[in-house]
């Protein structure tokens, strides 16, 4: 039996989950459930023919729920964080489930798949961002993954073995899925290197998939037989092409590979035409996806109800507020818009210690031993800071 595939996003994102469906209907026949975080009820949904979208009905969560990590997260962490409770939805009908994100594109079966799923011990494929040590023409080193995290979470999949994974990977993703250097954290992914440990979680080497611009110079693309191959870094060995991950593309310039970068990526194109012809496949799917569909409305969580825009000082205020247990008014109810516009007024105090905890994160990153001191000669002071900015779980908000 296939998997469940899904990817999650908002709607200006959905011709490239459309490019997506496209792909893995033609190399596989299969159907692609498209979670969309801004339609709140499936008669939001637009009718779009070729893919099943599911609105956040789907994650069968409260509207309380929903509104509270809508306000307090961006729409890139909202998107990442429901990501393990849809996984877990999903193997209540499917004994296993992948998911893959909007910009990815599958170029070839992905049979491997399931077979390397059941043989994992724990039910969980997970892929690294490097297979091997990255060399000088890579775009990161592994310092980049002391920020980003080992694993591209682009691409998980699991199955029904995992359910303890999901369940304690979406209690850290309701209120600690945010992009904070300070605190170590970025989005999904650090949370999931400590899992994978836990859960036994299989680091899948196959090097066919994930490919993207951050790993081409370990697994340049070939062909063989008319298929699209990648070299494996380990063995040199060519393996299928299966999932490509088309990160930071723009549709309107297929010229570049990645608009990511302050360099030009056009040569990485110039020197392999197989690439090359994949990226205007691409965009011409997507272009074609955009022609088709209505404009995108703006992110409706973008905005409150009176239409002010939700900065990420206002976001960071109402998700500790959250967290302390205050229960903070929604932004996005009319009926609570009153008391949200009166918590708003006062949220400078609360911004005001967000800075103060940042400030204090710094300190203790770049100045430890003078921390030490003020420790130990204030010690009221380093107890009441400990208690207002560090979590019970020991976190840095």
Request: aromatic letters at 10%; glycine letters at 6%; proline letters at 7%.
């Amino acid at each position: 039996m296939d998997p469940a595939y899904c990817t999650i996003l908002a709607l200006n994102y959905l011709p490239k989950a459309l490019a997506l469906a496209t792909s893995l209907r033609e190399t596989q026949g299969l159907d692609l459930k498209v979670l969309i975080i801004d339609a709140e009820t499936d008669a939001e949904l637009p009718d779009v023919p070729g893919v099943t979208l599911l609105s956040l009905e789907a994650l069968k969560l409260p509207t309380e729920e929903l509104h509270r990590m809508a306000a307090a997260y961006e729409l890139v962490e909202f998107a990442t964080a429901v990501k393990p409770r849809f996984l877990r939805l999903l193997l209540e009908d499917s004994e296993q489930a992948a998911y893959l994100d909007p910009d990815t594109f599958v170029t070839s079966p992905m049979t491997d798949l399931p077979v390397d799923l059941a043989a994992s011990p724990g039910g969980i494929l997970l892929t690294p961002h490097y297979l091997v040590p990255p060399t000088s023409d890579a775009f990161a080193n592994e310092g980049h993954l002391l920020y980003v995290g080992v694993y591209n979470l682009g691409f998980v999949a699991v199955d029904r073995r995992a359910v303890g994974f999901l369940d304690w990977w979406w209690e850290k993703l309701r209120e600690e899925c945010i992009v904070d250097v300070l605190s170590g954290l970025f989005v999904d992914q650090k949370w999931v290197d400590v899992g994978s440990v836990y859960f036994d979680a299989t680091a899948w080497t196959h090097p066919g998939y994930n490919v993207s611009v951050m790993n081409l110079h370990e697994r340049p693309i070939a062909t063989e037989n008319g298929e699209l191959t990648v070299g494996d870094p380990r063995t040199g060995e060519a393996r299928p092409l299966r999932l490509f991950h088309f990160h930071a593309f723009d549709a309107h310039r297929p010229e570049e590979l990645s608009t990511r970068f302050d360099v030009s990526t056009s040569s990485m194109l110039q020197a392999n035409d197989l690439l090359e012809k994949l990226c205007h496949r691409y965009a011409e799917l997507v272009l074609a996806n955009i022609a088709s569909l209505p404009p995108a409305p703006a992110y409706r969580y973008n905005v409150d109800t009176a239409g002010r825009t939700l900065g990420r000082q206002v976001r960071r205020a109402h998700r500790k507020a959250g967290i302390a247990g205050l229960k903070p008014p929604s932004p996005f109810d009319p009926a609570q818009a009153s008391a949200y516009d009166a918590w708003r007024r006062a949220a400078w105090k609360e911004i005001g210690r967000d800075v103060v905890g940042d400030v204090a994160k710094a300190a203790r990153a770049t100045a430890p031993t003078a921390m030490g001191r003020l420790k130990d000669r204030l010690p009221a002071v380093a107890a009441f800071t400990r208690k207002r900015f560090v979590s019970s779980s020991g976190i840095w908000r």
